[in-house]
């Protein structure tokens, strides 16, 4: 079956570090990716998505690139700020279905 | 557009109590997802619908629990009796497959059974 295997948290950052969370999946077929983020006290927000192999996700400074000989999907951020202090999903969405396979979630802090 | 739309927000009930919990899908969408959050089990999918019609109800927990979509543009999480354990934010997403299947959360339903 497909998975998603993400860093194990929590991540710690200092304001303006460079920051890596990776992500792994397992799938049949060729999954669209997708990072979410969620903020204290709120629900799930895509971040990012990308559909197919060496494309590269990017929104808010972050930025995903879909590596199907690698099966990664690692989120990257130059800068990080306080404001991206949350909680990031990886998910994977088979070619066909429209069910997400969700990675355990990775808590980020970025300290001022 | 407005969004998903859960209702309640919060809330507290006593254990045996009946709960149910609404939402309200993005207009268009096709798809609605209903998933549990906890501290101990992470985010959890309850069960799924596509086009009105539960796909995968493996996910729920126990008889206990119930869903339905009665139309396009509303579903019902239901919890009879409720107990202790069934404390946790529950999230109702919707999505729509053809447009890159990125699914839409609601603000979620924190509930506390005491």
């Known amino acids: 079956g497909n998975s998603v295997t993400q860093m194990e948290g929590p991540v710690t950052l200092s304001e303006e570090a460079f920051l890596t969370i990776n992500c792994t999946y397992t799938a049949t077929g060729y999954p669209s990716l997708f990072w979410y983020v969620q903020y204290p006290g709120e629900g799930l927000q895509l971040l990012l998505k990308a559909t197919k192999a060496d494309d590269k996700g990017s929104n808010k400074g972050f930025e995903a690139t879909y590596r199907k000989e690698t099966t990664s999907f690692h989120l990257e951020k130059g800068s990080v700020q306080v404001s991206d202090s949350a909680v990031y999903f990886c998910a994977l969405r088979e070619t066909s279905g429209s069910r997400l396979t969700f990675g355990e979630g990775t808590q980020l802090t970025v300290n001022p | ?114």
């Open chain 2, 1 to 114: 557009d407005a969004g998903v739309i859960q209702s309640p927000r919060h809330e507290v009930t006593e254990m045996g109590q009946e709960v149910t919990l609404r939402c309200k899908p993005i207009s268009g969408h096709n798809s609605l997802f209903w998933y549990r959050q906890t501290m101990m089990r992470g985010l959890e999918l309850l069960i799924y619908f596509n086009n009105n019609v539960p796909i995968d109800d493996s996910g729920m927990p126990e008889d206990r629990f119930s869903a339905k979509m009665p139309n396009a543009s509303f579903s019902t999480l239901k919890i009879q009796p409720s107990e202790p354990r069934d404390s946790a934010v529950y999230f109702c997403a919707s999505s729509f497959p053809l447009t890159g299947g990125e699914q839409f959360f609601g603000p979620g339903t924190r509930l506390t059974v005491l």
